[in-house]
């Protein structure tokens, strides 16, 4: 019960200061955008997860199934966002948000700190490989489906390989694999180190949402966000445990492997959906639904996690 309370008072308590600070420093909330996103997205996060795999033991050949089992639960997801929306039978501007919603996972920030709290550092440094390809999802497809049905015209595109935040990520991960490889043994004390780390970067992206969520016109539309919210609840960890096991990877570190895919599974509605609904002028209080009802449903199930992690 204490992981649980934990967890919920990271994540709650990131979002009421974001909002606090939307409210109390209006004059200076870009600032504070930047700099919380900056020490989560490029600092935190990336440094937890170097730490994190200076001292994991790796297993090259079952790691090489991780990003392509990670990269098969978000496009499962999308699956499910798009047949949520085909049977409410949204127009485009809303089907543009629903489908990608399905597959827009927060296996980083939350993702990250659940795994970490439930099944330890080891388990930690194995998430960044099942989102290795996240980004290239995200931005090499989700966006480009939205923008399929924006009336939007000339908008700019940035290069993937440009994307701090990616070049972040893959900078941590190099660096950490190569002090794996030498002889160099990481100080225990870094373990107390990543401790911090990790829930100060899930806290420092709360804040972030916090900042910028807005709750208008999130009643409306929550008949098609519960739907889309327990559809990905239910189906995608049970997709991930038969992914899992398919690539013959049940086994791998113990079923280690197996607990992270069904629990990042479990994850709920990343606050990206919101991007793709602004700049492409989508319907963004579907989006804001989405986003809320999805998270309020992980939490509600948070507490029943730990009876299929055994």
């Avoid at 937890?48 to 090489?64: C, D, G, R």
Wanted: aromatic share 14%.
């Amino acid at each position: 019960m204490s992981t649980i309370i934990f967890i919920f008072l990271v994540i709650l308590l990131g979002f009421l200061t974001g909002q606090i600070l939307y409210r109390k420093a209006s004059t200076n909330l870009d600032k504070i955008k930047l700099f919380t996103t900056f020490l989560a997205m490029r600092f935190t996060i990336p440094l937890s997860v170097m730490l994190a795999i200076w001292q994991l033991e790796l297993q090259s050949w079952s790691l090489i199934w991780l990003p392509i089992i990670g990269s098969a639960i978000l496009l499962s997801g999308f699956s499910i966002g798009w047949l949520v929306s085909k049977s409410f039978r949204l127009p485009g501007i809303q089907r543009a948000v629903v489908a990608p919603a399905g597959a827009f996972t927060n296996i980083g920030a939350i993702g990250s700190l659940v795994v970490f709290v439930y099944l330890g550092e080891s388990a930690f440094a194995l998430v960044p490989l099942f989102k290795l390809l996240e980004e290239f999802i995200y931005f090499g497809f989700l966006f480009p489906y939205a923008e399929r049905f924006s009336t939007l015209k000339n908008i700019k595109k940035r290069a993937l390989w440009k994307d701090p935040t990616l070049q972040a990520m893959f900078a941590a991960l190099t660096l950490g694999a190569m002090l794996n490889v030498t002889e160099v043994v990481r100080p225990d004390w870094f373990k107390d180190v990543t401790s911090v780390l990790i829930p100060l970067g899930t806290f420092s992206m709360m804040i972030t949402v916090g900042l910028v969520f807005r709750f208008n016109a999130i009643l409306q539309h929550w008949k098609i966000a519960l739907a889309l919210s327990l559809s990905k609840q239910m189906l995608l960890p049970v997709i991930a445990y038969f992914l899992v096991v398919l690539t013959g990877q049940a086994d791998a570190y113990d079923g280690l492997i197996l607990q992270i895919a069904v629990l990042i599974a479990t994850m709920p509605i990343a606050f990206i959906v919101i991007l793709p609904a602004s700049i492409y002028k989508l319907d963004q209080g579907l989006a804001n639904s989405c986003w809320v009802m999805s998270s309020l449903v992980f939490l509600v199930m948070l507490p029943f996690y730990s009876t299929f992690l055994v």
